[in-house]
């Protein structure tokens, strides 16, 4: 079962922490000789890599909710892959995973931490797109936490992403009304003519608050909150009484390095909470996976079946271009899931 | 049934609006001839007028969760009286009510909009304390969104307050760990020698953040915020993973009328709400009335009888006193429970 030759994982490490804006010299290529897979592992060759906005935070030292990559350390993210070397029954050559095996072209890991993908069920890089963490977040988020009911309005902001276009769509589907968030003509083109957003408001508008606030005449009921800064600023004001803010990302200001200039605009929101009695809840998908990831699975992959869901992928090639693709996706380059295919599938 | 001579209500009104913090000049004692009860009325004589922080926010004409009080009407608040005349089949003289007559010395109300007291079962005035307004919005805010779980700790500011003695003695029946913040060292006192709190912080000490974060080593799982400001500043960062928020007031900034001075710190608070899973919930009691008015009696009341709940009030004499009283409450100058006696109870 081992391999003759030594196999070689071409990655990007981590060379520096971002001060503000992550640049390219914050990143370097490496190859490096990976050992033969032990009792247990797998060795796998990475087909997909899926770039997502909360890998800034694993880019810095600051307290977050998980541990930051160490310098010289991969940078983390989740992959699809195939097997290659199997040192755990439950796989052999020629499987696809799923993996959490970050920036780089091969990987030994430990089989317990995998996922078997079935390639004729769905596209593979769904496994790590809609039909994976950042459709859950949308999934678990909306429903458990932002609880949308019929005919009530749903805002969320990039909206033509893997996350806000689920949201939206998921929003739809429960019968209220969505109302998405995009930078540009282009994208927001998309929601309203592909997605079927009820509206669709261009976050570079020099009247874009006057827009969102037309947008929504009744005002807002769920605020699917994963870009904070000045999108959030245009929202806040426009929340209804018992309006649910569920908090999975702050794009937007994962480059601050030091709190804004004043006035302090943290009391006034804190009387928006009483006054509206408002409900702002922060969450990591992993926290529903056990309680909801296999109905997310069912209701998703049915939707995408009969034809009532939409996504779209935006692929870079080659595993030394995650740190330019990365930025743009930090800038909303991207137009959809954000995805690097590091190698041929078949 | 009618009397028969003309009563007079002597009354406290809105005089003007005030800039920041409120001055007598901001009241009028007035006295005004009542008009007979009509069908469906009674006539009563106020005996209790709770003062409670909310009523600043009665004063103001921002948008808020009740309309303001107009100038020149009486203010509004919840008082214990008793009936001197009935045109409802419900009442008749000499019944004890709860009402919410306002700042005044008699009133003409509706029936229907009256609860009938049992002087018995407790004392009339905790009819508006500690089994009324403020002590179910300790109960419900606690219960439904702070949820305390065995072992947790509990944080509250305002703790020899209505509210906030009720939360810490909640907590503490329900198995969690009661942290309470108060005003001087006879207040601290009072939690842990007369409420059992486990823990008790001065907020005027210099060293208060440190000694905050000494009495509380596993950080907080609920925090009942009612009171905002430098309090809130210093629990902010010592929330734990999944910590709950219910947001009932905000005492320390009702008098602010514009935003303080930078930095911003609205966005490292969604950070923490993010990174920690936190969740931020506004809320007025009147929300869980149906759902938990009948349990929130008969837990209280229960633990009264059993000797296992304190509750302390601090009565100021004469509805003429009511503003420097209310003024006073605002600069936490009251210890317990704020209540005018406009009258004698028998």
Redesign the interface.
Known sequence: MSVESIVQSTRIVLASRPDGVPTTDNFRLEAVNLPDPADGQVLIRIIYLSLDPYMRGRMSSA???ADPVEIGEVMVGGTVGQVIDSRHPGFESGDYVLAYAGWQSHAVVDGKLLRKLAPAAAPLSTAVGVLGMPGFTAYSGLLKIGQPREGETVVVAAASGPVGSAVGQIAKLKGARAVGIAGGPEKCAYLLDELGFDAAVDHKAPDFAEQLGAAVPDGIDVYF?NV??AV?AAVLPLLK?YARVP????IA?YN?S???????????????????????????QG?FVSEMYEDFLRDVSGWIKEGRFEYREDFVDGIENAPTAFIGLLQGKNFGKMLVRVAEEG
Chains 1, 2 share one sequence.
């Open positions: 307290e977050s909710y909150e904070g800064g959030a009484l908090v999975c990302g702050l200001q601050d030091t709190a804004p200039e004043g006035p302090d605009r943290l009391p006034g929101f804190f009387s928006r909470v009483l006054v509206k009695s408002l409900t702002i809840r922060g969450f990591i926290e």
